[in-house]
């Protein structure tokens, strides 16, 4: 990220955030009787957005706002979704609900219990602080009602993995900041941690990380595993065997395309393009310590794969699986590993 201002990627405000703020708006329309024109509240480092309100309305003992998520320059799909949230007088503290396109959580294993709205810890507790706070000051009772709703959330949760992790109905309110970071990847990792927690409290005893869609869908077929096997791992291999390491299960499998698992195969931790690339000379040596034809001056991993042959790819497979063995010692987690080819074909295998 540039320190230039005018290159400077804006960051923009969690599902969280958002319904926090229009759960504060709709308090102060349900007990101060007016409609304001902008929210602000207080996340958990001290920044205080302010946040217009996209809707509202009222009626006997029921407020509700809607406030438009700006996920500022990430790739978000929640950017521009539109968050609501009700609230209604109530008995025994602060209630929530999930309204529609909000899921709710069907596995165990994430930090909300099964049955339960998909609104995680955080928010949760921002939105009680808001309550807490605005009861004080309209010398209400701190017994609310809140349910939070995402418009068009069904669909845009068929976007996330919220439904391998169990997440059904909708998307979840998430955020631990409030902030969303550009290109932080901070979503898709904890995803991966999700994922290996609704593996560890269903007993899932393999699970599989892979690079793409196309080496996910050989794995999954070639094993039989069931989507919540499914780690989505993407290019941040060394993320999910931290997480891995310290929350083992019994068997991971690592999957991709021979680009990647080349470069998983000579130490890269992040697979991506941008921050790893293959060392050719370093795949032509290995190519012609094993007898096969010197690939020291191809373009691409494919191109050596091409020229080389199967047992290339073989020799990625074993050599990237010492790899993730290296970064889970110290445990006890079966490895196996698995190459393909551009079209799917499995073209070599480890352990």
């Known amino acids: 990220m540039t320190n230039d201002p005018a290159t400077r990627l804006r960051r923009g405000w969690t599902t969280g955030a958002c319904a926090t703020a229009a759960t504060k708006a709709a308090l102060q329309m349900l007990w101060g009787g007016d409609v304001p024109a902008t929210v602000s509240i207080t996340l958990p480092k001290g920044e205080q957005p302010v946040f217009a309100l996209h809707d509202a309305s009222s009626g006997a003992g029921w407020a509700q706002v809607a406030i438009e998520k700006d996920a500022g320059d990430d790739p978000d799909v929640t950017h521009g979704a539109i968050i609501e949230a009700r609230v209604e007088a109530s008995k025994g503290g602060v209630v929530f609900k999930a309204g529609e396109g909000v899921g709710r959580v069907t596995k165990p294993g994430l930090p909300i219990a099964t049955g339960e709205p998909a609104i995680n810890p955080v928010p949760r507790q921002l939105m ?22 995402v418009r068009d959330g069904a669909a845009l949760a068929l976007k996330t993995w919220n439904p391998r992790l169990g997440i059904e ?20 990792i904890a995803s991966i941690h999700r994922g290996i927690d609704v593996a560890r409290a269903t007993q899932t005893a393999h699970v599989a990380g892979c690079t793409g869609a196309t080496s996910e869908a050989v794995v999954q077929k070639l094993y039989g595993l069931p989507d919540h096997a499914m780690l989505d791992m993407g290019d941040f291999v060394g993320g999910l065997m931290k997480y891995l390491k310290k929350n083992p299960v019994a068997r991971i499998t690592i999957g991709g395309g021979i680009g990647k698992m080349t470069k998983l195969a000579q130490g890269a931790r992040d697979l991506h393009s941008k921050r790893s690339q293959v060392d050719f000379a370093a795949l032509g040596d290995m190519a012609v310590a094993a007898g096969l034809p010197d690939t020291r001056d191809a373009n691409t991993a494919l191109e050596a794969l091409e020229r080389a042959g199967p047992e290339l790819a073989r020799l990625v497979a074993e050599t990237a699986r010492e790899q993730v063995c290296e970064m889970l010692s110290g445990g006890e987690i079966a490895v196996d590993t698995v190459v393909i080819d551009r079209a799917g074909t499995i073209m070599g295998r480890a352990g």
């Not at 309550?131 to 309209?138: D, F, N």
């Not at 909708?170 to 631990?176: A, E, F, Q, V, Y």
Request: proline share 2%.
């Open 169 to 188: 109905g909708g998307l979840s309110i998430l955020g631990t900041t409030g902030v969303v970071r550009p290109f932080s990847c901070a979503a898709w």
């Open 128 to 149: 009680q602080d808001v309550v807490a706070e605005m009861a004080a000051y309209y010398g209400q009772l701190a017994d609310v009602t809140i349910t939070i709703s």
